[in-house]
């Protein structure tokens, strides 16, 4: 029986990623707590993008999955949580999907209407 292509799916590239294609899904945490008291130094680390602002989530409870990266580097992602739907694939490889190809487009535009001020103008 063919197994399914586990894929964990980011819709912008986030520097905790360092380049990474592929993980395995290490440790599951199912009740998460997002709030005020959360770490900011963790926040500040799972949620920064490359390209994009800060990726903003609303509190309240997730999951949180850790893995080690193809290139031995650990990464986390925060999840909605989903029954079962990540706990019994610790120990498996999964496959990094960046669906963000048309934003490229939304994000060029949007950056090109910010107006830009050089150290010489000021």
Excluded at 42 to 62: A, H
Excluded at 89 to 117: H, L, T
Aim: aromatic share 16%.
């Amino acid at each position: 029986m063919k197994q399914k292509k586990l894929v964990i799916k980011f819709d912008r590239w986030f520097e905790k990623l360092h380049g990474q294609h592929k993980g395995l899904l290490i440790y599951v945490e199912d009740n998460f707590e997002l709030s005020k008291e959360t770490n900011q130094d963790f926040l500040n680390y799972d949620l920064r993008s490359i390209q994009l602002p800060p990726y903003e989530i609303p509190y309240g409870k997730y999951q949180l999955l850790v893995f080690l990266g193809d290139k031995n580097i650990p990464f986390t992602t925060i999840r909605k949580p989903k029954t079962c739907l990540y706990t019994t694939d610790i120990g498996k490889q999964v496959e990094v999907d960046f669906y963000f190809a048309n934003r490229f487009k939304w994000f060029d535009i949007k950056v090109k209407r910010i107006p830009y001020k050089s150290r010489n103008d000021e």
